[in-house]
């Protein structure tokens, strides 16, 4: 060997040392310190640590009492307000709203007091060449803008060359431009840029056919036992009035039989009642006739220019009377019409693998239940089929992850969130909306969270120890007995004046249309979220920024606290935080100048929320949605289970991400809020 | 005209049955070369080979004319002429074996299409069995049989509209099953196969004439006059995949058969 050493020359002997320094700092420099990382971080959309714990102690989660052997249990801090596009955006952020700017659902333009969605906005062509009639050729094609602002946690990823999977992350529509495979989640609109407009078809369309939100009721009949309709689709660009496009349906009965034949496109379905038919591909065809409730629907021969989506039809009743529930019109995830999914083709090639599936942000369909077109089994059969595909997709994923070297994987189920907020009522004969119905399904709640302990019990399996795994929740869950109607409360002490205070009008009118902004100082919109009508910034505002402002809010704060339940004597709001004390960041200037965090079984009305003044300041909520989470920050916290030691017992959301990027060595951004959380 | 077709159907099943265990590619670009090669020994024996041979110089002649006299415009003119006409007397001399062929390779796609365009149900398929039934047939007496091995999920769906009744059936455990179709006492059946086979399909039975008996060879046509017009179902796309690819087992056949035949042309002593 000796010999050999002379023939090493000193330039040989160097070259060496400066690839192996190189060698060590690449395996040790941020982006590949801890490489060969794997994690996963399972999102169950509102599971409560309460209600978990009862499920274990009830022996009804083995594998989340195994999980939580092998490391910890704690309760997970949620956002101010505690609702899921707020409190996720803090997760995928690592900041408060005051960083990411989405403080409710809804936000309010300052100029006109009228509500929009928080997390996206569509922003259509605006120029276009008149053709004759009633066509129109658009220039361009129009946008959906994210609303939501800083990077999420899996473009730092990315920049370290992480492998990274983020499955259904809400408040992710249009989903953010990486080349990390994601598939947007909640606020990702149906076809017709709705959060789920159903359609259904009835020769007995009920009586408030007009009132009820979130569907179309369209009034059929047969003739020779057969019908035709069209499913209301997108606007239609090409048309200037911007009718809505729709897909020809035809559906024909036997009334003898009990059985139904629907026809749309090249599809054939039969159905019997209380059946729900398999994805369908529809087509909606932009030049055409117009057709069904001035619709413009295909001609004999359709022409050109279509867009596609997909739905689920189900059937609830043939005779004598008709009644065929469809879905809403899903973006297809074969040939998405519009992005879902980053690569823009990552959802075509999970839907080949496992068929396809709901790519609507919140597709249990509780607007249905709510506008009774489904009753509770029927809910519950549609809110199954969507937990079925779920899991599908998941142990999908989670077995492709199992194969993968390493890496991250998020995956997000939205079941027992939804399901909570329409169910509560079957668990809880206390509660105003408890019916004999609804206490024909006492276990919802549980077999819900008995299903999600499989999954946990799948990923332990398939993931095996050494892959850290992470159950959290975005926030709990509490009942909702009573509605607050805040805004009623405003007016009728003095801070907020409507134009007419008549019962008649103060009941019948919405969007704050009644309100006499220049003799109001405070108004509410979005479910927490209380303003300030502050000179300068509202179009019409009448208290003076800095101390009036202040002195307002400290009255507001001081009386809110004290207000009682008449009925029962209860306080209803247990704390009213200001945005300047609890945010931090540039968007706090876009907050609401408080959020009401109402007490345990407490909450802000519906009609509050939009800008309705009924009468009273109270009442029993006695619709469907009957649980809620939308409260003081502190009563509904989530849920933080992991196979690894904690090193503190008070983590909120933005730790987690702040944990996430720690576990694979990534430095967090400077205005990242959160700090590791494992030992 | 029935019994040819079930010869030439049962010449394919025994062909096909070779390669039965193998990716269906296999099968395919097999019976792809031997077609290449057979149509292009028919087409040497049905074609005048002196005079496409003599056509096919002409035209190399007057191609390279206008090469060699690229700046006089009379000559380039000319040649361009000749070298026309020179191709469309060999299309003439290209027609008659051309029909010749076509009629073969017509009955050998169709023996292909029934094989390779779809594939039988899986158990857990569900697919829609219409009957089609004359105007006069009420509705009401026709009745459907399915053996064990199939589920009929729904009651019969009478669509009065269209003269039609319809079934869902669901695909339980793989075999190959006759349902009986009864109308008014009128008695048919359709073949229903579940499984991975490589196998002929028939997706349809319709009342019998030329084309449905040759266009459709998987299954015998339903009689002429019957009051059940048609029976019908719809089988799955198959879906050939090489090296991740999808591949149209009609892309697969041309390209397999024509390169094939040009690739031995010269040895076999061929004109094309």
Known sequence: ?679 | MWPIVQAFTKFFDLLIALFQSMHPIIGLTVISILTGAVMLVVWKYTSNQKAIAAAKAKISAYILEIRLFPDDMRAQFSAQRKALLANAKYMTYAVPPLLVVLLPVVAILVQLDVRYQRKPLEPGDVTLLKVKVAEEVDLASVTLDAPAGLVMETAAMRVVAEDEVDWRLRADTPGEYDVTVNAGGTVETKRIVVGERLTKLAEFREQSNFLTIWMAPAEKPLPKGSPIQEIRLTYPEREMKLAGISLHWLLVFFVVSVLFGFAIKGVVGVEV
């Open chain 1, 1 to 679: 060997m000796r010999k050999y050493w002379p023939g090493w020359s000193r330039f040989g002997i160097a070259t060496g040392i400066l690839a192996g320094g190189i060698l060590i700092a690449l395996v040790t420099g941020p982006g590949f310190a801890d490489s060969k990382k794997k994690m996963m971080v399972i999102g169950f959309d509102g599971m409560d640590p309460n209600q978990l714990q009862e499920h274990i102690d009830n022996g009804y989660m083995p594998n989340f009492e195994r999980l939580i052997a092998k490391g910890s249990f704690t309760t997970l801090g949620t956002s101010i307000p505690p609702q899921s596009p707020v409190a996720w955006s803090n997760f995928i952020t690592g900041k408060n709203p005051g960083g990411h700017n989405i403080f409710d659902f809804i936000h309010r333009d300052p100029k006109t007091y009228l509500p929009f969605l928080s997390t996206s906005e569509a922003v259509g062509s605006s120029k276009s060449i008149e053709l004759w009639g009633d066509w129109q050729l658009p220039l361009g094609g129009g946008e959906v803008v994210l609303l939501r602002e800083g990077r999420a946690f899996w473009e730092l990823l990315e920049n370290a060359e992480i492998p990274t999977t983020v499955f259904k992350i809400p408040a992710n529509y249009p989903p953010v431009q990486t080349n990390v495979r994601t598939l947007s989640g909640m606020g990702t609109p149906d076809m017709q840029g709705t959060p789920g407009t159903f359609t259904y078809f009835t020769t007995h369309p009920p009586e408030d056919a007009d009132d009820i939100s979130g569907g179309a009721i369209v009034d059929i009949y047969f003739d020779r036992d057969k019908s035709e309709a069209a499913i209301p689709g997108p606007p239609n660009p090409f048309d200037k009035r911007g009718r809505e496009t729709g897909a020809n349906v035809t559906m024909y009965r036997d009334k003898e039989n009990q059985v139904a034949k629907i026809v749309t496109g090249d599809e054939e379905i039969v159905l019997a009642p209380g059946e729900f038919s398999e994805w369908v591909p529809v087509e909606f065809y932009m030049l055409g006739d117009e057709g069904f409730g001035d619709r413009i629907r295909p001609a004999a021969a359709p022409m050109g220019f279509a867009v596609g989506g997909s739905v689920r039809f189900y059937l609830k009743s043939v005779y004598p009377e008709f009644s065929l529930y469809v879905t809403p019109v899903q973006i297809d995830p074969l040939n998405p019409a519009q992005p879902v999914s980053t690569p823009d083709d990552w959802s075509k090639e999970l839907a080949e693998r496992t068929g396809r599936y709901y790519t609507q942000g919140m597709p249990e369909d509780t607007k249905a239940l709510e506008g009774g077109v489904f009753d509770d089994g029927e809910f519950l059969t549609q809110a199954t089929l969507v937990l079925d595909e779920r899991m599908k997709l998941f142990e999908t994923m989670v077995s492709d992850f199992a194969q993968d070297e390493w890496g991250f994987l998020f995956f997000y189920f939205s079941s027992l969130d939804q399901q909570t907020h329409v169910m509560w009522r079957c668990m809880d004969p206390k509660h105003p909306a408890s019916d004999e119905m609804a206490r024909q399904y006492p276990d919802i709640i549980t077999n819900i969270f008995k299903r999600l302990d499989k999954a946990v019990g799948i990923a332990m399996e398939r993931l095996g120890d050494d892959v850290t795994l992470v159950v959290m929740s975005d926030h709990g869950f509490a009942p909702w007995y009573r509605e607050v109607h805040l805004n009623s409360w405003l007016a009728d002490n003095g801070y907020l004046t409507l134009k007419d205070d008549s019962e008649g009008v103060r009941a019948s009118s919405d969007f704050f249309m009644n309100v006499d902004w220049r003799r109001t100082k405070a108004y509410a919109l979005g479910i927490n979220g209380l303003y300030i009508n502050v000179r300068g910034r509202e179009k019409n505002g009448t208290v003076a920024p800095g101390k009036e402002r202040d002195e307002l809010m400290n009255e507001l704060i001081a009386k809110l606290k004290e207000l009682r339940d008449p009925e029962t004597g209860a306080l209803a709001i247990k704390e009213v935080y200001k945005s300047e004390e609890v945010f931090d960041g540039p968007y706090v200037k876009n907050a609401p100048d408080m959020n009401v965090g109402y007490a345990y079984s407490f909450r802000g009305s519906n009609e509050s929320a939009l800008g309705e003044f009924p009468m009273e300041w109270f009442a029993d909520n006695t619709g469907k949605w009957s649980g809620d989470h939308c409260i003081a920050a502190d009563i509904v916290p989530g849920i933080l289970i992991s196979n690894r030691q904690l090193s503190r017992q008070d983590p909120a959301l933005y730790d987690l991400t702040a944990t996430i990027l720690a576990e694979f060595g990534v430095d967090k951004d400077e205005d990242m809020i959160g700090t590791p959380v494992f030992q």
